[in-house]
């Protein structure tokens, strides 16, 4: 089996994506129906998935699906394993189905690091958001924002107020909440006060890259005293490429990730080409391509 490929969902994404758990049918009591009022489900938002943790040392392991589009639409399914600290050093590999290394990613305030040992080569870029999407990577997420919200951490992603509010026309309520916003235009929450739909115009400012939407339809509880975390998240971008990822593990380290452990150290001879130097593939003239399970 080839394992080598366009791997466009991971390196950031960042990637993945959300909605929220449906609810039930019965009648249902004041206490089951929520809160009523957008002040009230804003405010839940802000003191469950907007407060700092104890913690920001974590270790994540999940399953992706994602499906492209070109050059014939696709699915693929890659195991993630994310760690590190969600402000500062974060490590990201991925790897197929079977086992085999597809890409090992480190990110750090020098920016990304991305090294394909199926190809031998590695790439750099200042900025973790734009170096993933010149990797063939579209997501509007660094590796640090992506394990944010993996943990339920949306302060760094969601501003801290909002435009105006409208109430949601499904099922399961809530609101949508517009923002003045050049990452998030909007984000919608369920009546408990739970993020399950986030829109942004593009994954950087000052890129043109798709638009996307982020929706969380799962969520796990980690612990009776702490909000729901993120369980299944979806990422659909305006392209047709969709990333599901599914959450198999998740652990807050109390103690600091040796450096050790977040190194990614290269192979002798493998010089990283900079991506924000304007290099392209000598061969075909354009940006290095990324890999994923065929």
């Not at 189905?97 to 597809?102: Q, R």
């Not at 090992?104 to 999407?133: C, M, N, Q, W």
């Not at 599901?244 to 452990?261: G, N, Y």
């Not at 977040?262 to 593939?281: F, K, Q, S, T, Y």
Request: aromatic share 6%; charged share 20%; with cysteine.
């Amino acid at each position: 089996m080839n394992h080598k490929a366009l791997l466009k969902p991971l390196a950031t994404s960042a990637v993945a994506l959300l909605l929220m758990l449906a609810v039930g049918c019965t009648t249902k009591t004041p206490s089951d129906m929520g809160m009523s009022s957008p002040d009230m489900v804003w405010t839940a938002f802000r003191q469950q998935y907007c407060v700092t943790q104890d913690t920001t040392a974590i270790k994540v392991t999940a399953s992706l699906y994602f499906t492209r589009v070109a050059p014939r639409k696709r699915t693929n399914r890659t195991l993630m394993t994310l760690w590190g600290d969600t402000n500062g050093t974060m490590r990201l590999d991925l790897a197929a189905s079977i086992g085999t290394s597809l890409a090992h990613i480190r990110e750090d305030d020098s920016g990304l690091l991305v090294f394909y040992p199926s190809d031998k080569e590695a790439y750099t870029h200042a900025d973790p958001v734009l170096g993933v999407t010149r990797l063939g990577m579209p997501f509007p997420f660094s590796v640090a924002e992506l394990g944010r919200v993996l943990t339920g951490q949306f302060s760094d992603l969601v501003p801290a107020q909002y435009k105006s509010v409208e109430q949601r026309s499904t099922p399961d309520g809530g609101f949508r909440f517009m923002m003045t916003d050049p990452v998030v235009s909007s984000i919608s929450l369920d009546r408990e006060g739970r993020p399950v739909r986030i829109t942004g115009p593009r994954a950087h400012p000052s890129d043109h890259a798709p638009r996307w939407v982020l929706e969380i339809d799962r969520f796990d509880t980690v612990s009776p005293d702490s909000a729901p975390l993120p369980g299944r998240i979806t990422l659909t971008l305006n392209t047709g490429e969709k990333g599901v990822l599914h959450i198999k593990s998740r652990e807050f380290i109390l103690t600091a990730w040796p450096a050790k452990s977040l190194a990614l150290p290269l192979p002798e001879g493998i010089v990283p080409i900079r991506l924000d130097a304007g290099n392209h593939d000598q061969q075909t003239g354009d940006i290095p391509v990324t890999h994923e399970d065929r």
